[in-house]
Nanobody
């Protein structure tokens, strides 16, 4: 059974950093594309970053490029999202997602059938 569990969220001041973790079970991490999404109150869920199963390539939304870094630890079967220089607009619930099928559009939430429960990130002074 595929399971994703996020952790690492919290309250941080603007300019601060957090590292989110997505612990996977029930499948081998490096054989699946893994993506991070976020959803702020009243807004649609948006893709933030992903790491492809094919070659480990990473992609980022323009809004986080240069500030966020996605990585994976195949031994721990965990994907991380290092978030630096956080801004108030980064406040959202962050989710990791995966799907056993080939992903055509990595930042489209409809591509993913397996989701974690989410972790809250709040950036505020």
């Amino acid at each position: 059974q595929v399971q994703l569990v996020e952790s690492g969220g919290g309250l941080v001041q603007p300019g601060g950093s957090l590292r989110l973790s997505c612990a996977a079970s029930g499948f081998t991490l490096d054989r699946h594309t893994i993506a991070w999404f976020r959803q702020a109150p009243g807004k649609e869920r948006e893709g933030v970053s992903c790491i492809l199963n094919i070659d480990g390539s990473t992609y980022y939304a323009d809004s986080v490029k240069g500030r966020f870094t996605i990585s994976r630890d195949n031994v721990k079967n965990t994907v991380y999202l290092q978030m630096n220089s956080l801004k108030a607009e980064d406040t959202a619930v962050y989710y990791c997602a995966t799907d056993p099928r080939a992903i055509m559009y990595p930042f489209e939430s409809r591509e993913y059938s397996n989701w974690g429960q989410g972790t809250q990130v709040t950036v505020s002074s």
